[in-house]
């Protein structure tokens, strides 16, 4: 019991430290580098409750895509932060607002559930528990097993998704102008094609 | 689970997409040059699909038997009878898109994109899927596949504003409509404890609280603005008049069948024993989109908004018949359902025949003054249409009118049924605008070019449907739409 406890205020003490650090760093590479340990942080937490799938799901799609693509957007679009940054002070009364919000409806949540007369999932309010099988392969056996049609027609969603986006934006190249790699062309040229060596006289030009 | 008996059912839906999925194939290496190609071979995939749903069809099916992946997908008549519809507009779809993307007016240097056919197929998928869902969660992914396939078709003309702006509205306007439409389903899931119909139905039962009430709110609103009703359809003029008309011609008939039948399913299947929560609902949306339909028409110059608001009109005489809430008026919504479609598609490649000799298209009031002159045949044709749309004895779209009519008096609910005939009145009075300026006004002669045979093909079929001869389908249309109707009340 104490091990958790200890990693679990390890893990909660960071996720929380860096949250904060995810606001205040003041480079917005930094923030996304901050976000991406809390995300660690959090999926260690997931364990620690015995939901390894989330857990793992944490680290795969929230580290490996969602925060690589803020680190994307970061440094290749042309966002000029100090200038999103300039109205903190003026816009920090509403955002302590919101945050007050979500933190009563918060409490209000746990409040209901707690006093009863709720009931979540199952009518009787017991969600039946899978013995003996981690909570993967309960998920696994359910997505392809019983769910598996959903799954395919999912997997169906996704491509279109594809299709419609490379219809949309896809350019083909126009007849004549090839914009295309030739590796043939690029191994049969020499140097001396290319460079051109000169030995101009000092305070002279050189003709090219 | 039988997995075998399972995807015997859903045999139409694997052959669609196995065919999607090597035409996008054929699309990726023969590029647009093989456009023309996969959709013809698009078209006998849904044509095989089609053939593929008639044994049942036929002969009627309901009960366990129908039910594919543990009651995820329910294959029955009532499924069977909209499959069959959504089918033939896709092939309709098909069918009118060359030339239309080959025409100036689309502004493609190379023709039809070849990737058009493919999202067509994968859009019958998904309608396929949701007629037949009898899990929130296969409505769902049904759903979706359909509207992110109609969010790229109405947006593929790149170069043509309108058509980006139209892809643009459809897609935030629909993805709206899709949160609006899960958090309902999630309402309704953490109330009932189940995303099965008939898990959901058990947990509704007796009297409904709040929350299970903001659900079945939800779901109808989101499944409203599927189906373009009142309060949800200020989005369709703008994007049918904004996109391809061939993707305007499937938008108004395909995605509408599967809606509407999607929406006939839930509030029967799912929402069965609470009839009077939802019936004031529906029957406040079918006279509202009766009566917005009709007056929003007026004063329309292009003819692609005027068919828009057509449609709204339309679907609000179908949602009519469902709001009977009986098996009879079901069956009149089928009914109503397969001659919309019929008239649909016909009013729309009459438009797309409006071409000058370069094969510009025209689409406003003042190309088809005296179109009877220039081009008679079309004009004749629109006249059956118009008339038909109207609601005009002896052409077909009065019986259609006539049987949701009479289902909803018999059901005792004739103020309704007279403010519907009343607004219906209203409402003729631009279809015979559309007459009267194609036959009375001078002839401008800009429609002067030559039309394909696919679409000579296509408008005579469906004129000859609309035509007083569509009668003798009727006896056998009643029949199948009664078996559909009433596998749709097994449950009950």
């Known amino acids: ?208 | 689970m039988d997995f075998a008996a399972s995807f015997a059912l859903v045999l139409p839906e694997l052959v669609l997409t196995g065919t999607g999925l090597a035409l996008l194939l054929v699309a990726a290496w023969g590029g647009d040059k093989a456009a023309r190609q996969i959709a013809i071979a698009a078209a006998a995939a849904l044509f095989v699909a089609g053939i593929l749903i008639v044994p049942g069809l036929h002969f009627g099916t309901d009960g366990p038997a129908t039910l594919a992946f543990g009651g995820l997908l329910k294959v029955d008549s009532y499924a069977l009878f909209a499959k069959a519809l959504i089918y033939l507009s896709a092939i309709a779809a098909l069918m009118i898109a060359p030339p239309f993307f080959a025409s100036p007016s689309a502004g493609t240097e190379r023709g039809m994109r070849a990737e058009y056919p493919v999202l067509v197929l994968f859009a019958a998928v998904g309608m396929s899927l949701m007629v037949s869902a009898n899990d929130f969660m296969s409505l769902y992914l049904g759903l979706e596949l359909n509207s992110l396939s109609a969010y790229v078709l109405a947006a593929i003309l790149r170069r043509d504003t309108r058509s980006g702006e139209a892809g643009l509205k459809y897609f935030v306007l629909g993805a709206l409509a899709s949160g609006i439409l899960l958090y309902g389903m999630s309402l309704l899931y953490g109330f009932t404890g189940g995303t099965a119909f008939a898990a959901v139905r058990a947990g509704l039962t007796g009297e409904m609280g709040t929350g299970a009430l903001f659900g079945v709110i939800f779901v109808l609103s989101g499944l409203a603005f599927k189906i373009s009703a009142v309060p949800f359809h200020m989005w369709t003029p703008d994007v049918y008049e904004g996109a391809p008309t061939p993707v305007t011609a499937f938008f108004a008939t395909a995605p509408k069948v599967a809606a509407v039948a999607l929406t006939a399913r839930v509030v029967f299947e799912v929402f069965g024993g609470q009839v009077t929560a939802w019936q004031q609902i529906v029957m406040f949306m079918a006279l509202a989109s009766i009566i917005f339909g009709a007056l929003g028409a007026i004063g329309q110059e292009n003819l692609k908004r005027l068919l828009a608001y057509s449609s709204i009109n339309n679907i609000g005489f179908i949602l009519l018949g469902l709001a009977v809430a009986n098996a009879d008026g079901a069956s009149a919504m089928l009914v109503y359902l397969f001659i919309y479609v019929a008239m649909s598609i016909g009013c729309f490649v009459a438009l797309l025949m409006l071409r000058d000799e370069e094969g510009n298209l025209y689409e406003t009031f003042t190309d088809i003054r005296g179109l009877s002159v220039t081009q008679p045949a079309i004009a004749w044709a629109l006249l059956i249409f118009m008339f038909s749309l109207a609601g005009i004895p002896p052409l077909l779209g009065f019986y259609a009118k006539f049987v949701v009519f009479q289902a909803t008096i018999e059901a005792g609910l004739v103020a309704f049924g007279a403010i519907a005939i009343a607004a219906s009145v209203i409402g003729a009075f631009y279809y015979i605008k559309f007459v009267k300026v194609m036959f009375f006004d001078e002839p401008v002669g800009v429609v002067t070019g030559k039309s394909e045979a696919s679409h000579w093909t296509l408008l005579g079929l469906t004129a000859l449907i609309i035509s007083p001869l569509g009668y003798l389908l009727t006896p056998s249309l009643a029949d199948l739409a009664d078996k559909a109707a009433a596998s749709l009340f097994l449950a009950v």
């Open chain 1, 1 to 208: 019991m104490l091990i958790q406890a200890i990693a679990f205020y390890f893990f909660a003490t960071i996720v929380v430290a860096s949250a904060v650090m995810v606001v205040m760093a003041r480079n917005p590479v930094h923030s996304v580098l901050w976000l991406i340990l809390a995300f660690f942080n959090a999926a260690g937490l997931m364990v620690l409750l015995g939901a390894e799938f989330i857990a793992m799901l944490l680290v795969i799609v929230y580290v490996g895509a969602v925060a690589v693509l803020f680190l994307f957007v970061v440094m290749m679009l042309d966002i000029d932060f100090a200038a999103m940054r300039a109205g903190f002070s003026r816009n920090a009364p509403l955002g302590l607002l919101i945050a007050a919000v979500l933190l009563a409806e918060l409490l209000l949540g746990v409040g209901a559930y707690n006093a009863g007369g709720l009931t979540l999932g199952t009518p009787d309010g017991t969600a039946t528990q899978a013995a003996d099988v981690s909570n993967i392969e309960a998920l696994g056996a359910l997505l392809y097993g019983r769910y598996i049609i959903l799954f395919e027609i999912a997997g169906i969603i996704l491509l279109v998704a594809m299709i419609g986006a490379i219809v949309l934006t896809f350019q083909p190249p126009k007849p004549g102008a090839r914009a295309r790699q030739d590796v043939g062309k690029q191994i049969r040229r020499r140097p001396e094609d290319a460079t051109v060596m000169k030995n101009p006289e000092i305070g002279q030009g050189i003709e090219l």
